[in-house]
């Protein structure tokens, strides 16, 4: 068996990490699911659920993957708990399962790029929305996108990942600024910012069962957290790294992303006459971004819509390819490190299976939104919440053992250990009761447990 392959340096890991985190988690999911549960009050319910869930949610991977130094699926073997490798495998599944249709929407993107450089996408955002995103021309883009992902995925961790991950999150925080500068500049660009920063606090009260499940989970979401993803990738660090420092910094980083690019969006939408509800919608829920940005920036002059259009669904590319090499990592270190196959041969094999999967989803929208449901309201929470469990009670003192290393704050185990025991392993609970409630006991369409072809 080759000798394994290890993070070259410690910043490397962490844009690694924050590139799978910033995704379109923070580009495309969290604008809309702050506009969709009321800006500043779904922002303050984030941030809260980011602290007390998300971080030590987050650690709780960490701490698995370095203990075993091994995939995801393997970890709970090596560690001396194999009778819970079910875990990994529930998250290696929903890595999977959401590259098939991660990569449908990543080939949108691309699309997107182009249509803004020839105004095309500006001119009839609906119509070239309808056009783009299915049937054959969107199974196209679905195969580009997969294999520029395999592409990165197959040069390994130092001369693939790392290298790549290396240009593309600087690349994405330095054009997110120079956008979010630009739309500070912009009349009637106010109540976006007013949305997003000035939260109702009645609108928490009145919607907590709607803002509760919906910012922690875009909270798990946006940290890749639930995908055995954040357990690979630390499964390649050096044993004298502090986990707490970089998670926190993972964390803080990828939180910043987001807002910013919330401060993008927004104000983007208000500039162009959009009121945030209207622009929400007109797109659909997963189309959103595609219609309601376009339609924005078609009120502009034709230099500069087009300009924003290429820069913003450029970051928008980037964040995505960064995220869909994670995903894809997941399940090529499992069948590399379980079953001793080449990396070039396992990255084309399981790339190859989730385009397939994906296909539908090119296809036909609906069965996106139905992958996109199951993948984050009940994949994702599964693993979380016996990921907490594991950490908590079950490895107990050898976590605290795990995370202490690399660390001055001795007290920093006992009281993460205990957090995980405690409101984290509640919230968590919580928020799995509610999606499944939400799953099967609904029939609201891109939700329910049902596929499309048995929905009403």
């Known amino acids: 068996m080759a000798e394994r392959e290890t993070w070259t340096t410690r910043i490397g890991f962490i844009l690694a990490a924050v590139g799978s985190a910033v995704g379109l988690g923070n580009i495309w999911r969290f604008p809309f699911s702050a506009a969709e549960s009321g800006g500043g009050a779904f922002l303050i319910v984030y941030l809260i659920a980011i602290l007390i869930v998300g971080i030590p949610a987050l650690l709780a991977e960490f701490?698995?993957?370095?203990?075993?130094?091994?995939?995801?699926?393997g970890a709970f073997r090596a560690i001396g708990k194999g009778n819970w490798r079910f875990i990994g495998a529930i998250g290696v599944l929903a890595s999977f399962w959401t590259l098939s249709y991660y990569s449908v929407i990543g080939g949108w993107v691309f699309r997107y790029v182009i249509g803004s450089a020839t105004g095309s996408a500006l001119a009839d955002p609906e119509a070239y929305f309808g056009a783009v995103s299915v049937g054959g021309s969107s199974v196209l883009t679905h195969v580009v996108f997969m294999m520029v992902t395999i592409g990165i995925v197959a040069f390994g961790i130092e001369r693939g990942i790392e290298?790549?991950?290396?240009f593309m999150v600087p690349s994405i925080v330095v054009l997110l600024l120079g956008l979010a500068g630009y739309a500070f500049t912009l009349p009637d660009a106010a109540p976006g910012y007013d949305f997003l920063f000035d939260p109702d606090f009645a609108a928490i009260t009145s919607n907590l069962a709607?803002?509760?499940?919906?910012a922690?989970?875009?909270a798990l979401f946006s940290l890749s957290v639930g995908f055995s993803v954040m357990i690979t990738y630390a499964s390649y660090?050096?044993?004298d790294d502090s986990l707490g420092a970089d998670g926190l910094s993972i964390a803080v980083t990828n939180t910043f992303i987001g807002i910013l690019a919330g401060m993008v969006v927004l104000p983007l939408l208000f500039a162009g006459g959009l009121s945030v509800g209207s622009g929400a919608a007109e797109g659909g829920g997963i189309g959103a971004?595609?219609?309601a940005i376009p339609i924005a920036l078609g009120d502009f002059s034709s230099l500069i819509g087009h300009t924003l259009g290429i820069v913003f669904f450029f970051i928008v590319l980037i964040a995505a390819l960064s995220s869909a090499i994670s995903l894809l990592e997941a399940p090529v270190a499992y069948v590399v490190d379980e079953f001793d196959v080449p990396r070039m041969q396992a990255t084309l094999g399981i790339g190859g299976?989730?385009?397939?999967?994906?296909?539908?989803?090119?296809?036909?929208?609906?069965w996106l939104g139905w992958f996109d449901g199951i993948g984050v309201a009940l994949l994702l929470p599964t693993t979380v919440l016996f990921v907490v469990i594991f950490v908590g009670w079950i490895m107990g003192e050898d976590a605290i053992d795990e995370i202490k290393k690399g660390m001055a704050n001795g007290s920093f185990g006992n009281i993460w250990l205990w957090s995980l025991r405690t409101f984290v392993l509640v919230a968590v609970v919580v928020v799995f009761l509610l999606n499944i409630h939400d799953l099967f006991f609904t029939l609201e369409e891109g939700t329910s447990i049902l596929p499309p072809p048995f929905q009403q």
């Open 163 to 166: 290298l790549a991950t290396k």
């Open 353 to 366: 299976a989730a385009f397939v999967l994906g296909v539908p989803s090119a296809w036909d929208t609906a």
């Open 216 to 218: 922690t989970g875009q």
């Open 210 to 214: 709607q803002i509760i499940p919906a």
């Open 289 to 291: 971004v595609f219609v």
């Open 63 to 73: 701490v698995i993957g370095r203990r075993a130094n091994v995939d995801a699926i």
């Open 237 to 239: 660090l050096g044993k």
